[in-house]
Nanobody
Framework: QVQLVESGGGLVQAGGSLRLSCTAS????????MGWFRQAPGKERVFVAA????????FASDSLKGRFTISRDNAKNTVYLQMNSLTFKDTAAYYC?????????????????WGQGTQVTVSS
């Protein structure tokens, strides 16, 4: 089992930045690829970014490339999501997830472990 706890969400003005953190416990952190997903009100949960077990490869949603960056620190059992140039459309609950694979995966079904989510609200 893997337990995931997100932090770093909050209210930010449009154009601002936030860095989300997700700390894992319960098993060896480097055994899992990690991902971030988000869910806006009334919409489905969608892929944001993913990173392989060693940080060697990353993926980001095409619409977010250049603004959102995923990284990880295996010594701290933590994965991060740096979000820049935020807009109202980025308002959502952001979820951290641990994959059953070592590689970075974009499909939510590859992630059996999920955090509770952290809310990001961007004011215009």
């Amino acid at each position: 089992q893997v337990q995931l706890v997100e932090s770093g969400g909050g209210l930010v003005q449009a154009g601002g930045s936030l860095r989300l953190s997700c700390t894992a416990s319960g098993r060896t952190f480097s055994d899992n690829g990690m991902g971030w997903f988000r869910q806006a009100p009334g919409k489905e949960r969608v892929f944001v970014a993913a990173i392989a077990w060693n940080g060697g490869s990353t993926f980001a949603s095409d619409s977010l490339k250049g603004r959102f960056t995923i990284s990880r620190d295996n010594a701290k059992n933590t994965v991060y999501l740096q979000m820049n140039s935020l807009t109202f459309k980025d308002t959502a609950a952001y979820y951290c997830a641990a994959s059953r694979y070592l590689a970075a995966r974009t499909y939510s079904g590859d992630y059996p472990y999920w955090g509770q989510g952290t809310q990001v609200t961007v004011s215009s």
